[in-house]
């Protein structure tokens, strides 16, 4: 069973950097799609970005194009968010995620994830 556990976020000041890790247990991250996605007080969660199994395929969320850049590590069974230039409507927690299919689809929807991260709570307030 695979398991994710993250790490990263805090507090930033608008126009900061933030990183985010997960790491994953149980099984190799090889043949899994992984994901990142947000939840901001009130709202629902939405897709962030994702890259396919083979890194081929990589989608972001049109809010977050230019600012936020994920990778993967295979070697490392870790995936990451970067997350630049970052707004107050970045606000939330952040939850890392991976599917079985191995995809990644243009619209990033949390219902085809299986796996999912704790959550970590990334603030930008002055």
């Known amino acids: 069973q695979l398991q994710l556990v993250e790490s990263g976020g805090g507090l930033v000041q608008p126009g900061g950097s933030l990183s985010l890790s997960c790491a994953a247990s149980?099984?190799?991250?090889?043949?899994?799609?992984i994901g990142w996605f947000r939840q901001a007080p009130g709202k629902e969660r939405e897709g962030v970005s994702c890259?396919?199994?083979?890194?081929?395929?990589?989608n972001y969320a049109d809010s977050v194009k230019g600012r936020f850049t994920m990778s993967r590590d295979n070697a490392k069974n870790t995936f990451y968010l970067q997350m630049n230039s970052l707004q107050a409507e970045d606000t939330g927690v952040y939850y890392c995620?991976?599917?079985?299919?191995?995809?990644?689809?243009?619209?990033?929807?949390?219902?085809?994830?299986?796996?999912w991260g704790q959550g970590n709570q990334v603030t930008v307030s002055s």
């Open positions: 890259i396919s199994s083979s890194g081929g395929s990589r």
């Open positions: 995620a991976a599917e079985r299919l191995g995809g990644c689809p243009r619209r990033i929807t949390l219902q085809r994830y299986d796996y």
């Open positions: 149980g099984d190799t991250l090889d043949y899994y799609g």
